[in-house]
């Protein structure tokens, strides 16, 4: 079994910065990725950014150059976001392979 707890969200004025954790317990294979997705109301669930064993990144056309994925030794995954942009507006979810957190909202104000 693998836990995910998101923690981290809030409101935030355009331009601003938040840091978003998901730490990880359970029995988990480093070489698998962990992904942040997000979901906006009324829009389908967006792949936000992955990290595979530490190094290998992938992040959403929307937030490169913005949001920052990493990950330490004891599997806490993190993601950096800066210049927040109204449309950054979502629950934000950590995923590893079928398991999901609960989610941390995240609200970017105009």
């Known amino acids: 079994q693998v836990y995910l707890v998101e923690s981290g969200g809030g409101t935030v004025r355009a331009g601003g910065s938040l840091r978003l954790s998901c730490t990880v317990s359970g029995n988990i294979f480093r070489e698998n990725p962990i992904a942040w997705y997000r979901l906006a109301s009324g829009k389908e669930r967006e792949l936000v950014a992955q990290i595979t064993n530490g190094e290998n990144t992938n992040y959403a056309d929307s937030v490169k150059g913005r949001f920052t994925v990493?990950?330490?030794?004891?599997?806490?995954?993190?993601l950096q976001m800066n210049s927040l942009k109204p449309e950054d507006t979502a629950v934000y979810y950590c995923n590893y392979m079928y398991y999901w957190g609960q989610g941390t909202r995240v609200t970017v104000t105009s």
Do not use: I, Q
């Open 70 to 78: 990493s990950r330490d030794v004891k599997n806490t995954m993190y």
